[in-house]
T-cell receptor, first 114, second 113 residues
Framework: DAGVIQSPRHEVTEMGQEVTLRCKPISGHNSLFWYRQTMMRGLELLIYFNNNVPIDDSGMPEDRFSAKMPNASFSTLKIQPSEPRDSAVYFC????????????FGDGTRLSIL | GENVEQHPSTLSVQEGDSAVIKCTYSDSASNYFPWYKQELGKRPQLIIDIRSNVGEKKDQRIAVTLNKTAKHFSLHITETQPEDSAVYFCAASIIGTGNQFYFGTGTSLTVIP
């Protein structure tokens, strides 16, 4: 099992640029979660999908953030335009929702906006 | 919605001593409680979990206890080792909510050799 795969692992870009983060969940998992982690705010849930459908996006900070899940094996989180305060580690996690199951996290994308 | 509080935020123990981290939750419908360990620069990894029909679960040096009446659960690490140094997160989940987790704010554990 390859686990949850995120890309890129690191991203450094200038403010105003578009940033796209990618996630491939574990095969067979039907829920996908995007988190943001900072020292100040800890681990925040941004949005999650169940069977490719967005269920709760109340954690998305602003309209500059958007997420899609076009199929069961791929999701993107996009920031446009990016700002320095978006600098954080972004994690993707997946799970199976048939009963109580753990979420499995990817290695994260460390994003720095200059 | 669910609110999970975690204490302490930092904890230092001598190698070989025990460490205890406590979490409380607000929604009595929560029925699944995982614990994650996050080493510096790494991803959170599940170390143990407990379901609401169980009061205690052990896995080698790690144990978790659950008190449904008081709505709190705790992580116990015995015979701590330097490699136990990490940030630990508790979480609560309610079945039927798409497996959304409500995480605590984390405990930074330092084991002093």
């Amino acid at each position: 099992d390859a686990g949850v795969i995120q890309s890129p692992r690191h991203e450094v870009t200038e403010m105003g640029q578009e940033v796209t983060l990618r996630c491939k969940p574990i095969s067979g998992h039907n829920s996908l979660f995007w988190y943001r982690q900072t020292m100040m705010r800890g681990l925040e849930l941004l949005i999650y999908f169940n069977n490719n459908v967005p269920i709760d996006d109340s954690g998305m900070p602003e309209d500059r953030f958007s997420a899609k899940m076009p199929n069961a094996s791929f999701s993107t989180l996009k920031i446009q335009p990016s700002e320095p305060r978006d600098s954080a580690v972004y994690f993707c996690a997946s799970s199976w929702t048939g009963g109580n199951q753990p979420q499995h996290f990817g290695d994260g994308t460390r994003l720095s906006i200059l | 919605g669910e609110n999970v509080e975690q204490h302490p935020s930092t904890l230092s123990v001598q190698e070989g001593d025990s460490a205890v981290i406590k979490c409380t939750y607000s929604d009595s419908a929560s029925n699944y409680f995982p614990w994650y360990k996050q080493e510096l620069g790494k991803r959170p990894q599940l170390i143990i979990d407990i379901r609401s029909n169980v009061g205690e679960k052990k896995d080698q040096r790690i144990a978790v206890t659950l008190n449904k009446t008081a709505k709190h659960f705790s992580l116990h690490i015995t015979e701590t080792q330097p490699e136990d140094s990490a940030v630990y997160f508790c979480a609560a989940s309610i079945i039927g909510t798409g497996n959304q987790f409500y995480f605590g704010t984390g405990t930074s554990l330092t084991v002093i050799p």
